[in-house]
């Protein structure tokens, strides 16, 4: 890049706002997934929509690619820089721009953290519904790139069902309105493939969030198994018997180990623990608490506590939230897993990874979000042993491929970026993915906006943006267009 | 060769190669109960598989025909009037429910499978796709995924878009493209079961998708509430959405010959809703409880549907507000339509409202003009979906923003010859 670029941006973004030198650049060059690095030419922070217009104009003109990011806590290197480019940090636009209880509508920029729009409702009984186990630090920018899920999305859905619109900067740095804060606008869902596009289709500067009312209550009920397939057996009565709880988590002997080492949780020694939580009114509540609880001792459950106030609630998930983290505890280093299965497939999937994980002669921790099928299996390894990383690569995707085999998918909520972009193809035929392709050729033919993520095979754009495709009928001179 | 003869030539090539995909008797000459909008259709063709309706896909873009895809025709009027018709594109043989898998909370449908059938084949395992469509004996799963057709359960399910979770699109090439897949939960690629629910068959035809389910509710009940005025209504609607109350649905009915009502939907156990059902007596301090029962739950599809009191001319049009506009939204109705029309509304807690006109074909067509433009004002949107023999031509959709140039782009990636729909929706795409 040449210095005429560089003061052109720092006179968007001023002094501040330029990042070239190599030591701060450093920061930039992985997300949460770092085995995957690459230096950025410079990073960006604008501070408005129109910085990021400004910026994304000069990206277009020069042919810079340009990678958005917002908290950085990505783990499959969506947000890594690419090759002579540039990243777009959008930690600046921070504010939360209106707060609308009437209409249970937030609008946020993209750099807002999620437990802060949370944070500001929650005096009157409010939240915001996706819960990513990393929401005290991840943006919402973010969330929105990677569609985020969370525990409890198995009741309340993911970041796209309250998403209701979007400000966008496309790729050529136009500006475009998608969604709103009314529902159904007419035309296509844009929004609806925006989110979880995984920053492909262009940087969003403007969020419109519902939020939810608070339930009347929520109790949480966890549960000690013998192993995975009794706690499996009892999801399935649970939801077989017309429930769709809050939350349903399961963690594997492992797993618990990690969490009792890391956060005291005080959690049963067994070997699997089941979380169950309910919400809503009381009354029902209790009813159906009542019921999950017959069907775990049914199931074989020997322990099983229910947590009635909050702090005693906070400490049942205070373990599961730090399970991946509380690896550490338990193993030098590690792989967190994402894939999803049809939840029936629990217990041959256990086993076949119980397989794997003894060929491969490594340990594998499991942790699941059970309602939904989402296992997070955990590929502990250690780095200093020579070929051991190697394995525990291979062993990582061996389990993606039996997701695969079982109907599932090769990500639930962590998005493909470049780690997984190899497996879209396991995942999917070429036309599938040929047919996502003409979306990104239509928001953005040049192929500047995060480039190199997601697809396995580039395609290109071909002809011009916008060029018009004469009609055969209209070419032979018949029909004319109306 | 002159225009129509080369015309008629591309039609009878046509018809014969389409014999050969599909076998002759699927392929015939479209009547007078095929027409599209007042626009008559050359062929009715139905594939008996995905594949042939690919195939025939192709064959209609590659000799430049226009393709109606239709399902059970129930709001084949919804939309623009099309440029050009020539095949219809019938999804009447895939019907199948392919896979119920019932303890994942999931099924796999073909398209042209009717929502009445499909529901019945759910409630078997006390499943259901949670949401109450218009007309569900006839509907067909790809013309209400096209139409993004919801009802009152949105409130609490959400609308398509939240529970399909997997399409197969036929492309205008021929190309059959799946996305999503049979797990809730899945983020590998772009969201392209939800760019197709609402596109109205614009970017390719839905073949077969993948929803996710809800059980059955255990218990239901209805609490239905006599209101002084749409006011009062509003403040009530907005009492209970902002309570802790778990209601399943909630709207608001008025018109010209009703006082406004409030409708709340409750589901689930016994105790649960005894306790709810209190808890809401006491936030009701208008009339008492007027009347108990699911049929003020069919209100939209009265409104929607022809023969409501054999009524002669009107509109129907579907509109969204904000939550907090309701009221004004229906006041607004009221003062337009005046003395000279007959009106009746439906509005979801959601902002979401059906409004059906009745009266001279003008004064209808300038009332949505007006109510349109107050309905944006305010970010909202006015779609026409019926509209009476002598109301002029009047767009379906309103103004689309910023993103049509966008939605453009989209369009000619998937559909650069307009075979699919051509002229029916935004911006006469």
């Not at chain 1, 042919?63 to 783990?75: E, K, M, N, Y």
């Not at chain 2, 025939?56 to 129930?74: H, M, Q």
């Given at each position: 890049?040449?210095?005429?670029?560089?003061?052109?941006?720092?006179?968007?973004?001023?002094?501040?706002?330029?990042?070239?030198?190599?030591?701060?650049?450093?920061?930039?060059?992985?997300?949460g997934?770092?085995?995957?690095?690459?230096?950025?030419?410079?990073?960006?922070?604008?501070?408005?929509?129109?910085?990021?217009?400004?910026?994304?104009?000069?990206?277009?003109?020069?042919?810079?690619?340009?990678?958005?990011?917002?908290?950085?806590?990505?783990l499959?290197?969506?947000?890594?820089?690419?090759?002579?480019?540039?990243?777009?940090?959008?930690?600046?636009?921070?504010?939360?721009?209106?707060?609308?209880?009437a209409?249970?509508?937030?609008?946020?920029?993209?750099?807002?953290i999620?437990?802060?729009?949370?944070?500001?409702?929650?005096?009157?009984?409010?939240?915001?519904?996706?819960?990513?186990?990393?929401?005290?630090?991840?943006?919402i920018?973010?969330?929105?790139?990677?569609?985020?899920?969370?525990?409890?999305?198995?009741?309340?859905?993911?970041?796209?069902?309250?998403?209701?619109?979007?400000?966008?900067?496309?790729?050529?740095?136009?500006?475009?309105?998608?969604?709103?804060?009314?529902?159904?606008?007419?035309?296509?869902?844009?929004?609806?493939?925006?989110?979880?596009?995984?920053?492909?289709?262009?940087?969003?500067?403007?969020?419109?969030?519902?939020?939810?009312?608070?339930?009347e209550?929520?109790?949480?009920?966890?549960?000690?198994?013998?192993?995975?397939?009794?706690?499996?057996?009892?999801?399935?009565?649970?939801?077989?018997?017309?429930?769709?709880?809050?939350?349903?988590?399961?963690?594997?002997?492992?797993?618990?180990?990690?969490?009792?080492?890391?956060?005291?949780?005080?959690?049963?020694?067994?070997?699997?623990?089941?979380?169950?939580?309910?919400?809503?009114?009381?009354?029902?509540?209790?009813?159906?608490?009542?019921?999950?609880?017959?069907?775990?001792?049914?199931?074989?459950?020997?322990?099983?506590?229910?947590?009635?106030?909050?702090?005693?609630?906070?400490l049942?998930?205070?373990?599961?939230?730090?399970?991946?983290?509380?690896?550490?505890?338990?193993?030098?280093?590690?792989?967190?897993?994402?894939?999803?299965?049809?939840?029936?497939?629990?217990?041959?999937?256990?086993?076949?990874?119980?397989?794997?994980?003894?060929?491969?002669?490594?340990?594998?921790?499991?942790?699941?979000?059970?309602?939904?099928?989402?296992?997070?299996?955990?590929?502990?390894?250690?780095?200093?042993i020579?070929?051991?990383?190697?394995?525990?690569?291979?062993?990582?995707?061996?389990?993606?491929?039996?997701?695969?085999?079982?109907?599932?998918?090769?990500?639930?909520?962590?998005?493909?970026?470049?780690?997984?972009?190899?497996?879209?193809?396991?995942?999917?035929?070429?036309?599938?993915?040929?047919?996502?392709?003409?979306?990104?050729?239509?928001?953005?033919?040049?192929?500047?906006?995060?480039?190199?993520?997601?697809?396995?095979?580039?395609?290109?754009?071909?002809?011009?943006?916008?060029?018009?495709?004469?009609?055969?009928?209209e070419?032979?001179?018949?029909?004319?267009?109306? | 060769?002159?225009?129509?003869?080369?015309?008629?030539?591309?039609?009878?090539?046509?018809?014969?190669?389409?014999?050969?995909?599909?076998?002759?008797?699927?392929?015939?000459?479209?009547?007078?109960?095929?027409?599209?909008?007042?626009?008559?259709?050359?062929?009715?063709?139905?594939?008996?598989?995905?594949?042939?309706?690919?195939?025939?896909?192709?064959?209609?873009?590659?000799?430049?025909?226009?393709?109606?895809?239709?399902g059970?025709?129930?709001?084949?009027?919804?939309?623009?009037?099309?440029?050009?018709?020539?095949?219809?594109?019938?999804?009447?043989?895939?019907?199948r429910?392919?896979?119920h898998?019932?303890?994942?909370?999931?099924?796999?449908?073909?398209?042209?499978?009717?929502?009445?059938?499909?529901?019945?084949?759910?409630?078997?395992?006390?499943?259901?796709?949670?949401?109450?469509?218009?007309?569900?004996?006839?509907?067909?799963?790809?013309?209400?995924?096209?139409t993004?057709?919801?009802?009152?359960?949105?409130?609490?399910?959400?609308?398509?878009?939240?529970?399909?979770?997997?399409?197969?699109?036929?492309?205008?090439?021929?190309?059959?493209?799946?996305?999503?897949?049979?797990?809730?939960?899945?983020?590998?690629?772009?969201?392209?079961?939800?760019?197709?629910?609402?596109?109205?068959?614009?970017?390719?035809?839905?073949?077969?998708?993948?929803?996710?389910?809800?059980?059955?509710?255990?218990?239901?009940?209805?609490?239905?509430?006599?209101?002084?005025?749409?006011?009062?209504?509003?403040?009530?609607?907005?009492?209970?959405?902002?309570?802790?109350?778990?209601?399943?649905?909630?709207?608001?009915?008025?018109?010209?010959?009703?006082?406004?009502?409030?409708?709340?939907?409750?589901?689930?156990?016994?105790a649960?809703?005894?306790?709810?059902?209190?808890?809401?007596?006491?936030?009701?301090?208008?009339?008492?409880?007027?009347?108990?029962?699911?049929?003020?739950?069919?209100a939209?599809?009265?409104?929607?549907?022809?023969?409501?009191?054999?009524?002669?001319e009107?509109a129907?049009?579907?509109?969204?507000?904000?939550?907090?506009?309701?009221?004004?939204?229906?006041?607004?109705?009221?003062?337009?339509?005046?003395a000279?029309?007959?009106?009746?509304?439906?509005?979801?807690?959601?902002?979401?409202?059906?409004?059906?006109?009745?009266?001279k074909?003008?004064?209808?067509?300038?009332?949505?003009?007006?109510?349109?433009?107050?309905?944006?004002?305010?970010?909202?949107?006015?779609?026409?979906?019926?509209?009476?023999?002598?109301?002029?031509?009047?767009?379906?959709?309103?103004?689309?923003?910023?993103?049509?140039?966008l939605?453009?782009a989209?369009?000619?990636?998937?559909?650069?010859?307009?075979?699919?729909?051509?002229?029916?929706?935004?911006?006469?795409?």
């Amino acid at each position: 890049m040449e210095s005429r670029i560089f003061d052109e941006l720092r006179g968007i973004v001023g002094r501040r706002g330029l990042i070239t030198s190599r030591g701060e650049l450093h920061t930039y060059e992985c997300d949460g997934l770092t085995n995957f690095r690459v230096l950025p030419r410079a990073v960006l922070l604008p501070d408005s929509t129109e910085q990021v217009q400004k910026i994304v104009r000069v990206c277009h003109r020069e042919r810079i690619p340009f990678v958005a990011r917002g908290s950085g806590t990505g783990l499959s290197g969506g947000a890594l820089p690419v090759e002579n480019g540039v990243v777009i940090s959008l930690t600046r636009m921070k504010r939360i721009l209106e707060v609308d209880f009437a209409n249970a509508r937030v609008v946020v920029e993209p750099g807002v953290i999620n437990l802060d729009v949370t944070g500001r409702v929650a005096p009157q009984e409010y939240f915001y519904a996706p819960d990513p186990s990393s929401q005290s630090i991840c943006s919402i920018g973010g969330n929105v790139a990677e569609n985020s899920g969370g525990a409890h999305c198995l009741k309340y859905g993911f970041t796209t069902t309250h998403v209701l619109g979007l400000e966008v900067v496309l790729a050529d740095g136009s500006l475009v309105h998608l969604g709103g804060k009314t529902l159904d606008a007419p035309g296509y869902d844009l929004m609806g493939v925006f989110v979880g596009s995984e920053g492909t289709l262009g940087i969003a500067t403007k969020i419109i969030l519902r939020v939810v009312k608070r339930p009347e209550c929520a109790r949480t009920l966890l549960a000690a198994f013998p192993s995975t397939n009794e706690a499996g057996a009892a999801v399935s009565d649970t939801i077989a018997a017309g429930m769709l709880p809050a939350a349903i988590e399961m963690m594997d002997n492992l797993a618990i180990q990690a969490a009792e080492a890391a956060v005291h949780a005080n959690y049963p020694n067994c070997g699997a623990l089941l979380l169950v939580e309910l919400d809503g009114p009381v009354a029902e509540v209790a009813a159906l608490m009542a019921h999950v609880d017959e069907i775990c001792r049914k199931n074989g459950a020997w322990e099983i506590r229910i947590a009635q106030s909050d702090a005693e609630r906070a400490l049942v998930w205070k373990g599961r939230k730090a399970a991946f983290a509380a690896m550490g505890r338990i193993s030098p280093n590690y792989i967190v897993q994402d894939g999803v299965i049809p939840r029936t497939e629990l217990p041959n999937v256990m086993r076949e990874i119980g397989r794997l994980s003894r060929e491969a002669g490594l340990r594998v921790a499991n942790v699941f979000h059970a309602g939904d099928g989402n296992l997070h299996p955990l590929v502990l390894f250690d780095r200093r042993i020579p070929g051991q990383e190697e394995t525990a690569e291979l062993l990582s995707s061996r389990i993606l491929e039996l997701c695969i085999a079982a109907g599932g998918s090769i990500t639930g909520e962590h998005g493909v970026g470049e780690d997984k972009k190899k497996m879209m193809s396991k995942m999917y035929s070429e036309p599938d993915l040929e047919t996502m392709q003409r979306v990104r050729c239509a928001f953005d033919p040049l192929q500047l906006s995060n480039p190199s993520k997601i697809f396995p095979t580039p395609r290109l754009c071909g002809e011009k943006p916008g060029e018009y495709v004469a009609h055969p009928l209209e070419a032979a001179g018949i029909a004319e267009r109306f | 060769m002159d225009a129509s003869v080369s015309a008629k030539t591309t039609a009878n090539t046509f018809e014969t190669d389409a014999r050969a995909i599909v076998t002759a008797q699927y392929v015939r000459t479209a009547g007078t109960n095929d027409v599209v909008a007042g626009v008559q259709p050359g062929f009715v063709v139905e594939p008996g598989s995905e594949q042939e309706l690919a195939k025939v896909l192709k064959l209609a873009n590659a000799a430049g025909l226009a393709v109606i895809p239709r399902g059970g025709g129930t709001k084949l009027e919804w939309g623009n009037r099309p440029a050009r018709a020539d095949v219809i594109l019938s999804t009447a043989r895939l019907h199948r429910v392919i896979e119920h898998a019932w303890a994942d909370l999931t099924v796999s449908v073909e398209a042209g499978c009717t929502i009445g059938k499909l529901q019945e084949a759910l409630a078997k395992h006390g499943q259901r796709l949670a949401l109450d469509a218009l007309w569900p004996e006839h509907a067909t799963v790809g013309g209400v995924l096209s139409t993004n057709d919801s009802g009152a359960l949105r409130l609490r399910f959400g609308s398509l878009r939240d529970l399909v979770i997997g399409v197969t699109l036929a492309l205008a090439d021929g190309t059959l493209a799946s996305s999503g897949g049979r797990v809730v939960k899945n983020v590998a690629g772009y969201d392209l079961p939800k760019l197709a629910t609402g596109a109205l068959g614009t970017l390719g035809v839905i073949t077969r998708a993948f929803f996710r389910l809800h059980p059955l509710p255990q218990e239901t009940r209805t609490i239905s509430c006599a209101m002084k005025d749409t006011q009062e209504a509003q403040r009530l609607v907005l009492a209970i959405q902002n309570s802790k109350l778990a209601h399943s649905a909630l709207q608001m009915r008025s018109g010209a010959e009703i006082r406004p009502r409030v409708d709340v939907l409750f589901e689930g156990t016994e105790a649960g809703l005894t306790a709810q059902m209190e808890q809401l007596k006491l936030m009701i301090n208008a009339e008492p409880v007027a009347g108990y029962g699911r049929r003020v739950w069919s209100a939209r599809q009265e409104i929607c549907s022809a023969d409501n009191n054999g009524a002669g001319e009107f509109a129907v049009a579907k509109f969204a507000t904000l939550p907090a506009l309701i009221a004004g939204t229906v006041d607004t109705i009221a003062r337009l339509a005046a003395a000279e029309l007959r009106w009746s509304v439906v509005a979801q807690a959601t902002g979401i409202g059906w409004v059906r006109l009745e009266g001279k074909g003008q004064v209808v067509e300038s009332v949505l003009r007006e109510l349109r433009a107050e309905l944006e004002r305010d970010g909202g949107s006015l779609v026409i979906a019926h509209r009476p023999a002598g109301m002029a031509e009047l767009d379906a959709w309103g103004n689309v923003g910023d993103a049509l140039a966008l939605m453009s782009a989209v369009k000619r990636r998937f559909d650069p010859g307009r075979t699919l729909n051509p002229g029916r929706f935004v911006g006469e795409i």
